[in-house]
Structure formats: C-alpha cells, structure tokens
C-alpha cells in the first residue's frame, strides 16, 4: 500500500521529561561536557497509534493523507474508517494513498531538530511504500534524524515505538535506540485474519474470481508480515468469531512472547462482550501485563475491510 502524503499532528506538547532532558543537555553543553541531545520518537500514522498512548510515551505521529474520489483528508484528523463504508457503499469507491514528499517530512522534522533533540522515526516497511525513502532523502538534510524501515505495519510499529520511549527515558543516545530497533525488527510479529477479499479485489489485490472463491467457501486469509511484505500463510473457513478464537490460539499458544504488551487490532471497533471474551482468551494462553485494543487505520482498511482482526507482539 503505497503511503501517503503527509501533514504534521502533534500528539501532544513536548512532555515534562523530554523537557527536563533538554534542559538537562543544555546545562552539561554550557559547562563544556559532552552529552548526547535528547531523543524524540515519531511514527508516521499506519502505526495506528490510539491517542492515549502518543500522549503516555510522547511520541509524534504524522498524519497520511486520504484521497478519496476528488477529495482529500488526513487519516484520523477530519477522516474515519466510517466515511470509508458510506462511499464505499454509495458507489463502490475505496480511498487512495500516496507517498510522503522529502519536503513534507522536511517540515515535519526542522521544529525538532531545531528544539535541540535527534530524532528516531519509524516508518511503515519500504516494501509497502516509499515514504521510508523519502524520510532518507529528508533526514540528509539535517543534522540527527535517523529513519528506520521498520520492516512491519501497524501496531507492530506501535510495539517498537513504546520500547524506543522507554530506552530514551533510560537516556540512550539515539545510536544506541536506533541499533536496538534495528535488532528489534525480525522480533516484530504482525498478522491478521480478513473476514472478506472484497476490498482486497476492488483494490486490486487480488482477482475478483479469488474474492469470489474465499466468499463462496466461507474462506478467512490470514496474512502474514514476512521480510517487509504480505503474505497469505493460511486459509480458515468458517464463522469469524470462531476464526478469531482458532487465529489467535494458534498464533501465541506455547510461544515465548514478550509480556509487556500484546496488542489486538480490528475493524471495526470491538464491541465489549468480544473484547471481555478475547481477553480471556489471550490471558489463558500466555503472561501479559498490557493487553490492548486498537483499531485499524483507514489506510489500512481501505485495503482489509471490515472484520479484519491481527494480534500483534514482540516475541522473545
């Protein structure tokens, strides 16, 4: 899914401990040490990154713009996944991405740098899009942004930004992050099951005698992150709700996943009596301090569809 011209959306003020770290760095600087500048994290929005966490660990997210018939949105600013259904249903149009400019992330990085921080940015996979390229072309013309393909989507972008906050809280410099994310990437397990291919086909991603196939045999993909890509590993049939329970038993059971935080991501948002009984689920199966809900991006859905369910985690 090629990603998406880019508008800046601060998730919130600088926080009072990246504040303190600036002032902290100033002082060594005026007294002639050599300390590293503060660290601050971005993500651009395929992430899916709820709010409440940007404000928890104060990262940065950049918004992707939606293109849908003549119009064009920002990706969860004044754009929802429900917008997607109306059209969708009116019409049969689905929404268009496009790649972030090196001037759109120009823009988006100079008030940082500027502020006295190096950046740490992580993008969707350079399988999926150009926008780590462009981050590239951008960060050449300044001084201490390092961008990463992350190789990986979503939430498993959100799993390497929330380890990134804490080890800049721990005041690593940002080489020693990057390395860590580096060492990270292949340790990121991102799936998801898809309850139709109708968008798929209308997107062209599949043929529509594949849609129609998967929809007649009540057949459920499951798609794998693989080497920066998707990939179909697996089929289910049957009722999704089951599909769910089966994916999610098969993808964590006996596994040795890191317990800080297991992320669920779906679309539409997951009514409360699934939520209590996944939960259940989940915790049954393996240790988790954090379990956490998310929804999917529009630029995601506009290529999954409604029903689309992925756990995602880091594993050990």
């Known amino acids: 899914m090629d990603a998406i011209i880019i508008c800046i959306c601060i998730c ?111 993008d969707i996979s350079s399988e999926l899009s150009g926008t780590y390229q462009n981050a590239v072309i951008a960060a050449q013309e300044l001084e201490g942004v390092h961008p990463i393909d992350t190789r990986s989507l979503t939430n498993g972008i959100t799993q390497m930004a929330i380890h990134a906050c804490r080890l800049r809280d721990e005041g690593k410099d940002a080489e020693t992050i990057v390395q860590a994310m580096q060492e990270l990437i ?7 099951v898809l309850d139709t291919l109708e968008y798929m086909w209308k997107g062209g991603r599949c043929s529509g005698v594949t849609a129609f196939g998967a929809n007649l045999l009540n057949l459920k993909p499951c798609i794998e992150m693989r080497d920066g890509k998707l990939e179909v590993i697996k089929k289910y049939r049957g009722n999704i709700h089951k599909v769910y329970d089966k994916y999610i038993t098969e993808r964590i059971s006996g596994r040795k996943i890191r317990p800080e935080f297991i992320f669920i991501s779906s679309e539409p948002a997951m009514e409360e009596d699934l939520k209590a009984h996944l939960t259940e689920l989940v915790k049954s199966l393996v240790p988790v301090n954090e379990l956490i809900f998310t929804r999917l991006s529009c630029t995601v859905t506009s290529h999954s ?10 594993d050990e």
Request: hydrophobic share 40%.
């Open 305 to 314: 569809g409604p029903g689309t369910l992925g756990i995602l985690f880091l």
């Open 12 to 122: 919130r003020s600088l926080s009072e401990a990246n504040r303190a770290s600036a002032c902290a760095a100033s002082d060594a600087r005026e007294e002639g040490n050599d300390m590293s500048k503060p660290v601050y994290i971005t993500v651009d929005s395929t992430s899916d990154i709820p709010p409440e966490l940007c404000e928890r660990f104060q990262i940065k997210v950049a918004p992707l713009h939606v293109h849908l018939g003549e119009d064009e949105y920002l990706d969860g600013v004044n754009f929802n996944q429900d917008m997607i259904y109306e059209r969708y249903a009116k019409d049969k149009t689905l929404p268009r991405t496009s790649a972030v400019t090196p001037q759109e992330f120009l823009a988006f990085f100079s008030p940082l740098v500027e502020a006295g921080y190096e950046v740490v940015h992580l």
């Open 186 to 192: 292949p340790k990121a397990n991102v799936s998801f």
